[in-house]
């Protein structure tokens, strides 16, 4: 996890500024707002402040993403009410799920367990390259019994998609 000079090596999601600053953004707004309407409306107290302000903090913990780091054998996921960290090294299975928002599931061999929105993966290329490298890890020490196919398939789709948005940027697609 750490570099021979003491440093931390880790990858983080790119995006996870942009998204938590909408989310400020999102439920500042509906706050403002709610408190707007009421007090023009006549019927602001402080018990309905006090509402409109809660129910703006429930917007902001909902619309929050949950933040993403990789390091050299490690993955975790940190959302507003917990952090779930695997060893990417010691993985024994790796399971998708498909349909309203696809993930991974990911087992290590010490019993954690840790869900991964693909969207994630596909946006980070640090991500998928610090989880590519401790899959490979995995396979060589034969701890990982059940997903490689899975991983395999999700890497093809990772690196065609790279390849598309390269070639579009350089104008040659």
Known sequence: MTRSDGLWVQAGDR????????????????????????????SLSLPRALLWLGMSAALF????PARVTAGTGWLAVRGPW??????????????????????????????????????????NPLIWHELDTGVRRSVERGTLLHGTDV?????????DETVREVLRASGLS
């Open 151 to 159: 991983l395999d398939r999700l890497g093809h789709s990772i690196d």
């Open 61 to 64: 913990t909902v619309l929050l």
């Open 15 to 42: 995006h996870w500024r942009g998204s938590a600053r909408l989310a400020t953004s999102c439920a500042a707004l509906f706050g403002a707002m709610s408190l707007l309407v009421d007090w023009d409306a006549g």
């Open 82 to 123: 917990r952090r779930q960290l695997v060893r990417t090294d010691a993985l024994t299975t790796v399971r998708r799920y498909d349909g309203v928002s696809s993930h991974l599931v990911l087992h290590d061999s010490y019993g954690h367990r840790l869900e991964l929105d693909l969207r994630v993966l596909a946006s």
